[in-house]
């Protein structure tokens, strides 16, 4: 009986090859996503750790300048500073804990504003929001390149600078590092993006940047934490010239600032979206900002009635077109409000924001949803003896609805809801 020696043929051998190379990718893909987890781990709770070290470390003093810093000037001054929390800065505020990123060996980026309190910490994560990893094996060793990585901030909302496409941070750029700083007003063809928070991002080249400079608006002020209730403020839109303002930081989320003020012994003049008038402590006489003042676009409107000082009695806003810029060409062009929301209690029984007067007709009596807040259409030349919007008022083509210096204009009390007759602001955001 002949005995048959049976063995794998070259095509099984083949598929056994394949298979155990499929096995080994996969497990090696695996390993390296699980490595890559563990170092974006490592990640986040260093930077985690170091700002709660430079937290605690403003309780004893200012903090230290990075290591490597660059400073971020406008026209010459000073604001922010950018490098790294490195060895200088962890032994000055004896944190030991070890704040080098996992991959690169590098230490985290640092910014610092000028008053030395407020502080923004960055590292580089390797996978976005924790999303499942490619299978892309190539992705996983790219991953090393900041282009291909994913800023992740702790600390205030300060706006770290990457430059665009290759995510390098500023101090990293030869330009900027060989200088030692960058200044706003002096634009190049460098594009940046400004990190204020992960998701909320300016990017331009250095003069569209302005909007990092600390407390530029009050809504600014809000959105860094630096609100202690409504109350006079500092704001810098320009980073040049600081002036007073009343932000209120209560009605929907705060960060309103407060344009115009009426006052019932206020004569009817010099008082609107252009004006400047009176001082913002005196609660005795008419006040106007002056919009032109706070250079930068807004994108809200709040009107509102008050009961004494700034207490505000009734509240409505709505949106308004963003390229509506503080100047006066643009006060000429007709720019209606979108839609309308009332942000504190009526207590009437029609309010600015109802869409009809009282006959159903959207009328020159309409509620504010149909006025817009801009100028007129039919002007020629800004009228700026108050903050008028775009209806004349009944019976009289010499008067519009609006904010006078003397209170709300009240030319037709019907179907106009809780403010008019009464004193009134003005705020934006």
């Given at each position: 009986?002949?005995?048959?020696?049976?063995?794998?043929?070259?095509?099984?051998?083949?598929?056994?090859?394949?298979?155990?190379?499929?096995?080994?990718?996969?497990?090696?893909?695996?390993?390296?996503?699980?490595?890559?987890?563990?170092?974006?781990?490592?990640?986040?709770?260093?930077?985690?750790?170091?700002?709660?070290?430079?937290?605690?470390?403003?309780?004893?003093?200012?903090?230290?300048?990075?290591?490597?810093?660059?400073?971020?000037?406008?026209?010459?001054?000073?604001?922010?500073?950018?490098?790294?929390?490195?060895?200088?800065?962890?032994?000055?505020?004896?944190?030991?804990?070890?704040?080098?990123?996992?991959?690169?060996?590098?230490?985290?980026?640092?910014?610092?504003?000028?008053?030395?309190?407020?502080?923004?910490?960055?590292?580089?994560l390797e996978k976005y929001n924790q999303?499942?990893?490619?299978?892309?094996?190539?992705?996983?060793?790219?991953?090393?390149?900041?282009?291909?990585?994913?800023?992740?901030?702790v600390g205030k909302k300060l706006g770290?600078?990457?430059?665009?496409?290759?995510?390098?941070?500023?101090?990293?750029?030869?330009?900027?590092?060989?200088?030692?700083?960058?200044?706003?007003?002096?634009?190049?063809?460098?594009?940046?993006?400004?990190?204020?928070?992960?998701?909320?991002?300016?990017?331009?080249?250095?003069?569209?940047?302005?909007?990092?400079?600390?407390?530029?608006?009050?809504?600014?002020?809000?959105?860094?934490?630096?609100?202690?209730?409504?109350?006079?403020?500092?704001?810098?839109?320009?980073?040049?010239?600081?002036?007073?303002?009343?932000?209120?930081?209560?009605?929907?989320?705060?960060?309103?600032?407060?344009?115009?003020?009426?006052?019932?012994?206020?004569?009817?003049?010099?008082?609107?979206?252009?004006?400047?008038?009176?001082?913002?402590?005196?609660?005795?006489?008419?006040?106007?900002?002056?919009v032109d003042s706070i250079e930068t676009?807004?994108?809200?409107?709040?009107?509102?009635?008050?009961?004494?000082?700034?207490?505000?009695?009734?509240?409505?806003?709505?949106?308004?077109?963003?390229?509506?810029?503080?100047?006066?060409?643009?006060?000429?062009?007709?720019?209606?409000?979108?839609?309308?929301?009332?942000?504190?209690?009526?207590?009437?029984?029609?309010?600015?924001?109802?869409?009809?007067?009282?006959?159903?007709?959207?009328?020159?009596?309409?509620?504010?949803?149909?006025?817009?807040?801009?100028?007129?259409?039919?002007?020629?030349?800004?009228?700026?003896?108050?903050?008028?919007?775009?209806?004349?008022?009944?019976?009289?083509?010499?008067?519009?609805?609006?904010?006078?210096?003397?209170?709300?204009?009240?030319?037709?009390?019907?179907?106009?809801?809780?403010?008019?007759?009464?004193?009134?602001?003005?705020?934006?955001?």
């Open positions: 009986m002949k005995h048959i020696k049976k063995g794998f043929t070259l095509v099984e051998l083949m598929v056994v090859v394949v298979i155990l190379s499929v096995l080994a990718t996969v497990g090696f893909i695996s390993y390296e996503a699980y490595l890559v987890d563990t170092r974006d781990s490592k990640r986040l709770a260093q930077i985690t750790g170091l700002r709660d070290g430079l937290r605690l470390a403003t309780t004893k003093g200012s903090l230290p300048i990075p290591d490597d810093a660059v400073e971020i000037r406008n026209n010459s001054t000073t604001f922010l500073y950018q490098g790294y929390a490195g060895e200088d800065v962890l032994n000055s505020i004896s944190y030991s804990d070890s704040t080098v990123d996992p991959l690169d060996e590098t230490y985290y980026t640092y910014m610092l504003s000028d008053n030395r309190k407020d502080f923004q910490i960055m590292g580089f999303d499942v990893i490619s299978l892309n094996t190539q992705s996983v060793f790219a991953a090393v390149n900041y282009s291909q990585r994913f800023p992740n901030t770290i600078l990457l430059q665009q496409q290759t995510n390098t941070p500023l101090q990293e750029i030869p330009e900027y590092a060989g200088t030692g700083f960058i200044d706003l007003q002096n634009p190049t063809t460098n594009l940046f993006d400004a990190y204020i928070t992960d998701t909320y991002i300016i990017s331009g080249k250095e003069n569209d940047l302005i909007g990092i400079i600390p407390y530029t608006t009050c809504k600014k002020i809000a959105n860094n934490g630096g609100s202690y209730g409504n109350g006079i403020y500092n704001i810098n839109p320009t980073g040049l010239n600081p002036f007073e303002v009343y932000c209120d930081m209560e009605i929907d989320g705060g960060g309103w600032t407060l344009i115009g003020r009426s006052h019932e012994s206020a004569a009817p003049n010099d008082f609107g979206w252009l004006s400047k008038r009176g001082t913002v402590r005196d609660n005795n006489s008419a006040y106007s900002l002056g676009n807004f994108s809200e409107i709040m009107i509102s009635s008050y009961s004494s000082g700034k207490n505000i009695s009734y509240a409505a806003k709505t949106s308004v077109d963003r390229s509506y810029y503080k100047n006066t060409a643009n006060y000429k062009t007709f720019s209606r409000g979108v839609g309308c929301t009332e942000v504190f209690p009526v207590t009437s029984w029609r309010s600015p924001c109802d869409a009809t007067g009282v006959d159903g007709k959207a009328t020159e009596h309409s509620a504010l949803v149909f006025w817009g807040f801009f100028n007129y259409s039919g002007l020629d030349t800004v009228n700026d003896s108050h903050f008028y919007f775009d209806h004349f008022a009944r019976n009289s083509p010499t008067l519009f609805y609006g904010l006078y210096a003397n209170g709300w204009n009240k030319e037709t009390g019907d179907g106009l809801g809780e403010l008019f007759g009464k004193q009134g602001m003005v705020f934006v955001r």
